[in-house]
């Protein structure tokens, strides 16, 4: 019986990767078929056709389960799930060309197809990209990496939602954790603890990280817990269990940005209607969306302030999946950050830029150092240079879109030095790089005399181009140009009249001299000539 199908399906070791300890593991090597389906066996059951899914085999464990895996494989089954599964039963998985899960012995049928359809519903949405920054389980494991543990998140009623998996082996784990994900749900005695020890009290009081000690005796670790509350309602709990090394320094204030973003996803979840917070977010920010039906849909102040920040990854690449799947970790994990210190900040893409909206902010005073650890997090995250703009506050937003047009002219004109700059730290960059795209984009502005540098050095060898621009730069001081290219200055004033000669620029000419500067400026970093060829 057929429960679940994706289209594409997914690869058995991602597969296996998203379902994580303690749950299953690989009893056959070098295989990962793809998985498009998960189906339920009994033995007592006549077979189905299985091709391509995980065929769930019930009511028989161990050597009995032979029959039932070799007539999976014959129908199609990509991978089989057995419980107690030994290595005589692998080798019979080998032999039949099907993949082998061992299925621990805690663990219900029920829990396992869900949470392989959960996958699997994952996927298919995948395979026609949205603006989403992904469900539960990718927040959960955007929470591990962000504060070094272990990420549960649980609902109102203690009952595992999501979580996140476990890479390394099962010493990280601790006992409370395997039972919980085991069971779906906490083990009672030990909720009863954490009612004695006044734990749910704190986490249902209000916005508050609650620590909780590790206790050997109880085979349990250090842990962090927030409340995931909507206004006074509690909504469930985000939990992050202590590996092997500490939390990171920034755990506690990612865990509180965390638990906001999953408040978002489980009332979306009770309510699944109208548009999507990233949609009306992204229609902000291109001015597609009415301000105020933003700011009604999501409870704001249109007239309040804000201030944009804009995100973006400095290496392209040609595959489009490497790309769109880097843009949505981007999108996650900026979201994280920003809920946990603006509660209010609205996180949404365009184009291959991840924008931050931040209401209420009316200056900005302490933003650069936050925003320099969510871009140097971004950066270790995604392996690629991570740099953020910051456009100006603007009064309120109906005006987002100025603030965003700084925050991308920002981004445009910051070099490789800094990580965050804000309008203000580079007004002068920004001017001139707004000067050479107007020039870049209107040839008919450009002189035709200065493109005749660019072809002389070409045809003979010279460095008219260099010289010259140098000798702009640095306001005619002949010993600082010579000092810097290495020549005698006697020939840095060769290469100038030669240049002038050339051109027929009267470089005696302010006028003359700011519009050869700057077209010189476009050549060098565009290499686009007056002539508007690309040299």
């Given at each position: 019986?057929?429960v679940?199908?994706?289209?594409?399906?997914?690869?058995?070791?991602?597969?296996?990767?998203?379902?994580?300890?303690?749950?299953v593991?690989l009893?056959?090597?070098?295989?990962?078929?793809?998985?498009?389906?998960?189906?339920?066996?009994?033995?007592?059951?006549?077979?189905g056709?299985?091709?391509?899914?995980?065929?769930?085999?019930?009511?028989?464990?161990?050597?009995?389960?032979?029959?039932?895996?070799?007539?999976?494989?014959?129908?199609?089954?990509?991978?089989?799930?057995?419980?107690?599964?030994?290595?005589?039963?692998?080798?019979v998985?080998?032999?039949?060309?099907v993949?082998?899960?061992?299925?621990?012995?805690?663990?219900?049928?029920?829990?396992?197809?869900?949470v392989?359809?959960?996958?699997?519903?994952?996927?298919?949405?995948?395979?026609?990209?949205?603006?989403?920054?992904?469900?539960?389980?990718?927040?959960a494991?955007?929470?591990?990496?962000?504060?070094?543990?272990?990420?549960?998140?649980?609902?109102?009623?203690?009952?595992?939602?999501?979580?996140?998996?476990?890479?390394?082996?099962?010493?990280?784990?601790?006992?409370?954790?395997?039972?919980?994900?085991?069971?779906?749900?906490?083990?009672?005695?030990?909720?009863?603890?954490?009612?004695?020890?006044?734990?749910?009290?704190?986490?249902r009081?209000?916005?508050?990280?609650?620590?909780?000690?590790?206790?050997?005796?109880?085979?349990?670790?250090?842990?962090?817990?927030?409340?995931?509350?909507?206004?006074?309602?509690?909504?469930?709990?985000?939990?992050?269990?202590?590996?092997?090394?500490p939390?990171t320094?920034?755990?506690?204030?990612?865990?509180?940005?965390?638990?906001?973003?999953?408040?978002?996803?489980l009332?979306?979840?009770?309510?699944?209607?109208?548009?999507?917070?990233?949609?009306?977010?992204?229609?902000?920010?291109?001015?597609?969306?009415?301000?105020?039906?933003?700011?009604?849909?999501?409870?704001?102040?249109?007239?309040?302030?804000?201030?944009?920040?804009?995100f973006?990854?400095?290496?392209?690449?040609?595959?489009?999946?490497?790309?769109?799947?880097?843009?949505?970790?981007?999108?996650?994990?900026?979201?994280?950050?920003?809920?946990?210190?603006?509660?209010?900040?609205?996180?949404?893409?365009?184009?291959?830029?991840?924008?931050?909206?931040?209401?209420?902010?009316?200056?900005?005073?302490?933003?650069?150092?936050?925003?320099?650890?969510?871009?140097?997090?971004?950066?270790?995250?995604?392996?690629?240079?991570?740099?953020?703009?910051?456009?100006?506050?603007?009064?309120?937003?109906?005006?987002?879109?100025?603030?965003?047009?700084e925050?991308?002219?920002?981004?445009?004109?910051?070099?490789?030095?800094?990580?965050?700059?804000?309008?203000?730290?580079?007004?002068a960059?920004?001017?001139?790089?707004?000067?050479?795209?107007?020039l870049?984009a209107?040839?008919?502005?450009?002189?035709?005399?200065?493109?005749?540098?660019?072809?002389h050095?070409?045809?003979?060898?010279?460095?008219?181009?260099?010289?010259?621009?140098?000798?702009?730069?640095?306001?005619?001081?002949?010993?600082?140009?010579a000092?810097?290219?290495?020549?005698?200055?006697?020939?840095?004033?060769?290469?100038?009249?030669?240049?002038?000669?050339?051109?027929?620029?009267?470089?005696?000419?302010?006028?003359?001299?700011?519009?050869?500067?700057?077209?010189?400026?476009?050549?060098?970093?565009?290499?686009?000539?007056?002539?508007?060829?690309?040299?």
């Open positions: 019986m057929t679940g199908r994706s289209n594409n399906g997914i690869g058995l070791r991602s597969l296996l990767v998203a379902i994580g300890l303690p749950l593991e009893r056959t090597d070098h295989t990962d078929p793809v998985v498009r389906g998960v189906a339920i066996l009994d033995p007592d059951d006549e077979p056709s299985y091709q391509g899914e995980l065929v769930l085999i019930i009511g028989v464990r161990g050597r009995e389960a032979a029959r039932s895996v070799r007539a999976a494989a014959r129908r199609g089954a990509s991978a089989v799930a057995v419980k107690e599964a030994p290595d005589e039963l692998a080798g998985a080998a032999e039949a060309g993949a082998l899960l061992g299925v621990a012995a805690a663990v219900r049928w029920d829990q396992l197809e869900t392989v359809r959960q996958v699997l519903d994952s996927a298919t949405l995948a395979e026609g990209f949205t603006d989403e920054p992904g469900d539960l389980f990718s927040l494991q955007t929470l591990a990496t962000l504060t070094g543990g272990s990420v549960s998140i649980e609902d109102a009623g203690n009952r595992v939602l999501a979580y996140s998996r476990s890479d390394s082996d099962a010493a990280e784990v601790d006992e409370l954790r395997r039972l919980s994900i085991l069971g779906w749900q906490g083990p009672e005695s030990y909720l009863a603890l954490l009612r004695e020890w006044g734990v749910f009290e704190r986490l009081a209000g916005e508050e990280v609650v620590r909780i000690e590790q206790h050997p005796e109880l085979g349990i670790r250090r842990r962090l817990a927030v409340g995931i509350r909507a206004g006074t309602h509690h909504l469930g709990t985000v939990w992050v269990q202590q590996g092997r090394e939390f320094d920034r755990a506690e204030s990612a865990l509180l940005g965390g638990a906001r973003l999953a408040a978002v996803h009332l979306r979840q009770r309510s699944d209607q109208g548009r999507s917070r990233e949609e009306l977010v992204t229609g902000l920010l291109t001015g597609h969306t009415s301000p105020d039906l933003v700011a009604g849909q999501l409870g704001l102040d249109p007239a309040a302030p804000a201030v944009v920040v804009a973006t990854a400095r290496e392209s690449t040609p595959d489009e999946p490497v790309r769109e799947l880097r843009l949505a970790e981007m999108l996650t994990m900026v979201s994280v950050h920003m809920a946990s210190f603006r509660r209010a900040a609205l996180v949404g893409t365009d184009g291959s830029r991840v924008y931050a909206v931040l209401p209420e902010a009316r200056q900005l005073t302490g933003l650069a150092p936050e925003l320099a650890d969510v871009a140097e997090v971004l950066t270790r995250r995604t392996g690629v240079r991570v740099q953020a703009g910051i456009g100006s506050a603007v009064a309120s937003l109906r005006e987002v879109g100025a603030s965003r047009a925050a991308d002219r920002v981004l445009d004109a910051m070099g490789t030095a800094r990580s965050v700059a804000s309008i203000a730290d580079l007004r960059e920004v001017l001139l790089s707004q000067t050479l795209s107007l870049e209107n040839p008919d502005l450009r002189d035709p005399a200065v493109g005749a540098l660019s072809a050095d070409a045809e003979h060898g010279s460095e008219l181009v260099p010289t010259l621009l140098a000798w702009l730069d640095a306001m005619g001081d002949v010993r600082a140009v000092s810097a290219l290495h020549v005698h200055p006697n020939t840095v004033r060769h290469r100038v009249r030669r240049a002038s000669e050339v051109s027929g620029v009267d470089l005696a000419d302010p006028r003359e001299r700011l519009s050869c500067h700057l077209q010189l400026l476009l050549a060098v970093t565009t290499g686009v000539t007056s002539s508007g060829v690309r040299g």
